[in-house]
C-alpha cells in the first residue's frame, strides 16, 4: 500500500481512537458512594489554590495521528541529542532573517510547490510562514516567520501550551458547596471550570456537573438536619472586566468563574449561541432550582457571597481533566474553553485572573519553554482580539515542543488538532476525496481579513513535520482557506 493512503488510514483510526478515549473519560464525581468518600478525605487535607486541585484524576493516554512516527520521533531526538543538536535548542529558533523568504538545506523541493502556492492573491498583502522537522528543528521553509501578526484562533496553541505546562494533562479544577459565615447559609464557589453544565443528562465529554453537585449537597445538609438553606455564590477566582474586548457576542460568553454550559441559552454544544449576561447568577439560581428538586428549600434569591478560605468543602464536582479540555478547545475552536484556560494559566503563575494576568503568564511561562516570544502579545486566550500578535516561527516551536518525548504533559497541544476531512473546525476542509485527508492536523484561524492555519503532518518520507501559514487583508475567507489547504497539502506531499 502506498505510503501516504497508509497514513490516511492511521490518522483515520486515530480520529475514531480519540472519539473512544473522549467518550469513555469517567469523571470522578461525588454522586458516587465511593468517590464521595475518597473526595471528602482528600478534601479535609486539601490545600486550598485558588479554587483548583492538583493531581485528581488520570488523563487516559492520548492516541497521536500517526503513533508510529511519534515512537520514531523519540528515536530520532535520542539520535539528535547524541550529536549536541537537542530539540530544545533547535526548535524554537529560526534560521532566516525574519525578513525574507529561505528555505533550510535539502528542502528545495518543497519549497519549489509551496513559493507558488503562498504567493496566491487570496493570502492577502501580508503573509508569513514556517515549516520545520519537528525532530531536527531544521527549517525547510520560511517567509517572514518573525513577523508578529494576528493570529486569530490559532493563538489557542499558544494557550494550550501554556496550561498544559503550568499545571499539568491530569489537572482538573473543582466546583464546591461550603457553609457559609451566615447561621443556615451554603455559598456555591466557582473554580473557573469550563466544562460545568447544568444539564440533567449531561453530553458525552462532559466535566463538573451540577445536578450531581445538587444532589450530593442535599444529603449532605439533611445528614446534618438541615432542609431550609439561603445560598450565595462565589465568583471570586476571576477578576477584571468580565466582558470580552469585542464585548457582548455569540462567540464568548462573559467571562466568570462559576459558568454552566458556557453561558449558553439554547442546547448547543458549540459554536456561536445567545449568551448570558449573568452566568454566574444564572448557574446560581440553576442550583437553587436542584436543590428545590432534592427537598432542600432555599430561602430568598441567590446572591454574591465570600467563601472562607479554609472552608472544609460540603460537596465537589470536578472538571474534565485538562488534557481533555485542551483538546475540545482545539477541535472545536472554543472560546470559553480557551479563555478559562489562559486565565488558569495566570492563577498558576501567580497572576490575577484577568485578560491582563493571562497574557503575561502565557508569555512567561512559554517563554520558560525556551520559546522565542520576542515580539508577541497575548491580549486575550482565544484570538478574537485582534490586538494579539504571534509569527509563524513561535507557532511552528510551540508544536515540535508538543512533539519533543521529553514533554509528554505537552501531547494533547497535538491530539487534540482537527483532522482535515475528519473533525472540528477541519471536518470540511481537505475533504471530499482529497489526498491530504486524514494527514493533515491543524488549527484554524479566521477573523474578518485574517486567515491562518497551524499544525502538523507525516510527509511522505516519514517525517513529523510542524507548519504555520498566517495571512492578513484577505479579500475573502473562502479563497484563503482554500489557499491555506493547498499549502498543508503540499506540505503533506499529496501536491
Given at each position: 500500500m502506498p505510503l501516504v493512503k497508509t497514513w490516511q488510514l492511521i490518522a483515520a483510526s486515530a480520529v475514531a481512537g480519540l472519539v473512544l478515549s473522549a467518550a469513555t473519560v469517567s469523571v470522578t464525581g461525588p454522586w458516587d458512594s465511593g468517590q464521595r468518600k475518597a473526595e471528602r478525605d482528600r478534601a479535609a487535607s486539601w490545600s486550598r489554590m485558588g479554587g483548583v486541585d492538583h493531581g485528581s484524576?488520570?488523563?487516559p493516554e492520548a492516541a497521536p495521528s500517526a503513533p508510529g512516527v511519534l515512537s520514531g520521533l523519540a528515536a530520532a531526538l535520542q539520535a539528535e541529542k547524541q550529536a549536541g543538536n537537542p530539540l530544545g535548542e533547535q526548535a524554537g529558533r529560526q534560521p532566516g532573517t525574519g525578513t525574507g523568504e529561505g528555505t533550510g538545506s535539502g528542502s528545495d523541493a518543497l519549497a519549489g510547490a509551496l513559493r507558488p502556492l503562498f504567493a496566491d492573491p487570496a493570502l492577502g498583502s501580508l503573509r508569513s510562514a514556517s515549516v520545520i522537522d519537528t525532530a531536527t528543528g531544521r527549517v525547510l521553509y520560511e517567509a517572514k516567520p518573525r513577523e508578529p501578526?494576528?493570529?486569530a484562533s490559532t493563538v489557542k496553541i499558544a494557550t494550550a501550551t501554556a496550561v498544559l505546562a503550568a499545571l499539568g494533562?491530569?489537572?482538573r479544577f473543582r466546583t464546591t458547596v461550603t457553609p457559609g459565615a451566615a447561621p443556615g447559609q451554603i455559598i456555591l464557589v466557582g473554580g473557573g471550570d469550563p466544562s460545568l453544565t447544568a444539564?440533567?443528562?449531561?453530553?458525552?465529554?462532559?466535566?463538573?456537573?451540577l445536578v450531581a453537585l445538587a444532589a450530593d449537597t442535599a444529603q449532605a445538609l439533611k445528614a446534618a438536619g438541615t432542609d431550609s438553606v439561603s445560598l450565595g455564590y462565589d465568583d471570586s477566582l476571576y477578576s477584571g472586566p468580565a466582558r470580552h474586548p469585542i464585548g457582548l457576542n455569540p462567540n464568548v460568553a462573559p467571562l466568570s468563574a462559576l459558568t454552566a454550559d458556557e453561558g449558553r441559552l439554547n442546547d448547543s454544544l458549540s459554536g456561536p449561541a445567545d449568551r448570558s449576561e449573568d452566568p454566574s447568577g444564572d448557574t446560581a439560581r440553576a442550583f437553587a432550582d436542584l436543590l428545590a428538586d432534592r427537598g432542600i428549600k432555599v430561602t430568598g434569591a441567590p446572591a454574591k457571597a465570600r467563601a472562607a478560605a479554609d472552608a472544609e468543602p460540603l460537596a465537589t464536582t470536578l472538571s474534565t481533566p485538562l488534557g481533555g479540555l485542551v483538546e475540545?478547545?482545539?477541535?472545536?475552536?472554543?472560546?470559553?474553553?480557551?479563555?478559562?484556560?489562559?486565565?488558569?494559566?495566570a492563577l498558576a503563575s501567580g497572576q490575577p485572573g484577568s485578560f491582563e494576568g493571562a497574557g503575561k503568564a502565557v508569555a512567561a511561562t512559554l517563554a520558560s519553554l525556551g520559546i522565542d516570544t520576542t515580539g508577541a502579545r497575548f491580549a486575550d486566550g482565544s484570538g478574537l482580539d485582534r490586538s494579539d500578535k504571534v509569527s509563524a516561527g513561535l507557532l511552528t516551536a510551540l508544536l515540535a515542543k508538543a512533539a519533543d518525548p521529553q514533554r509528554?504533559?505537552?501531547r494533547p497541544v497535538l491530539t487534540g488538532l482537527p483532522v482535515a476531512g475528519f473533525n472540528g473546525t477541519l471536518r470540511g476542509r481537505n475533504s471530499g476525496g482529497s489526498p491530504a485527508a486524514g494527514l493533515v492536523r491543524a488549527k484554524t484561524g479566521t477573523l474578518s481579513g485574517v486567515n491562518a492555519l497551524a499544525g502538523t503532518v507525516v510527509d511522505p518520507s516519514g517525517r513529523l513535520l510542524a507548519f504555520a501559514f498566517l495571512a492578513a487583508n484577505t479579500p475573502g475567507p473562502e479563497g484563503a482557506e482554500k489557499a491555506l489547504d493547498k499549502l498543508?497539502?503540499?506540505?503533506a506531499g499529496t501536491r
Open positions: 484524576g488520570r488523563l501578526m494576528t493570529p494533562p491530569e489537572h444539564r440533567k443528562k449531561p453530553p458525552a465529554g462532559s466535566g463538573g456537573s475540545r478547545m482545539l477541535t472545536n475552536s472554543d472560546n470559553d474553553i480557551a479563555e478559562a484556560l489562559a486565565r488558569q494559566s509528554p504533559e505537552l498543508a497539502a503540499a506540505v
